[in-house]
């Protein structure tokens, strides 16, 4: 943290607080395009907003600061974060994946990147030798989350980032699931952090937003060329609010992941339940390694119901819980992968990462502990077929 000891603290007054012009305590929300020039040739701070607004460069401040780097980038969304990064490498460079990423990660890539001769390889992250054997002569970068979305699959980030940097490659993490809150991959030797901020940075489920980060010079300057030539900028408005969610990250996620550790516990104890997925339990895949190189859990859990659930009528059935895409948002939402956030991925690929019919994903949200399992508790009684 560079200028606060605690990121409780720089959560709220990290970047640049406020507004030196007025001593207002918010950063003002500056709605223009463009920015009057004194005359000829002055080289002034602002000139255009694609470029630059100031609304967006505290924000791109504060999160730099979170995340322990030197440079922060806000885009209109966290597809737009991860294709400006994925245009720093050219046709006939590879990027090596993890197993189970994000679908939208995953289909810009089949679709997007590889007809211009981007090439992706698919690869088990928790695997050290399987990284090792992937790393062919093409391979420029690796792109991992951990915890891994859906079924949480824990990554070493500083076991990766220390293969990869042996090649002379780039450790690219998305920090989506985690937010600096809970796990600061640069610290852990990774070059770029990657947002989806739509999810626990806006923390409302009433913005779409992306963000990067990385701590190099040289990577900065061409973000920020990429960022300002392709023009997927966060407009102020949405950069106002996302930093209005980020001052309450800390508060939030504590409460996020006390009621996942019990809800994943309560899951784990249930009779109807085949499998839980949560970093959080101690039988958990990769549970020691999360512990050190994250403060907890997160707030993420999947889970698959036993034969003789239906797994339909278990989302019918809910009443507090909504059935939705998306996660990190203060409401709990669940969602079925297979046909919503990974239904780009080809079926018999999805089924091999283990994404079958009746995985269910729960993003764990900050009402009450009693009523949410209240909820999980009759709609799983109401799913058992009779
Ligand atoms: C949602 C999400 C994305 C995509 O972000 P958008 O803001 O929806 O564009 C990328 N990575 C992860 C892990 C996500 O959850």
Redesign the pocket.
Known sequence: MSNYKNIESALIRGGLFGDPLTRSVNVPIYQTSTFQQPELGTNPKWEYARTGNPTRAALEALIAELEGGTAGFAFA??????STVLQLFKSGDRILISSN??G??FRILDKVFKPFGLEYAIVDTSNAEAIEAAITDDVVAILV?SP??PLMTVTDLWLVSDIVHTHGLLTIV?N??MTPYLQRPLALGADIV??????YLGGHSDL???LVVVKDDDLAERIGFIQNAVGAVLGPMDSFLLIRGIKTLAVRMDRHVANAQRVAEWLHDNDAVKVVYYPGLPDAQGYEINRKQARNGGAMIAFELKEGYDYRQFFRSLKLISLAE???GVESLTCHPATM?HASIPREIRLKVGITDNLIRLSVGIEHIDDLIADLDQAIQESEVK
């Open positions: 969304s966290g597809m737009a974060a991860i990423v994000y939208g990660t989350e891994a979305n998305d989506t699931f990657i947002h989806s901020a739509t999810k779409v937003a992306g998306s996660l990190g956030t």
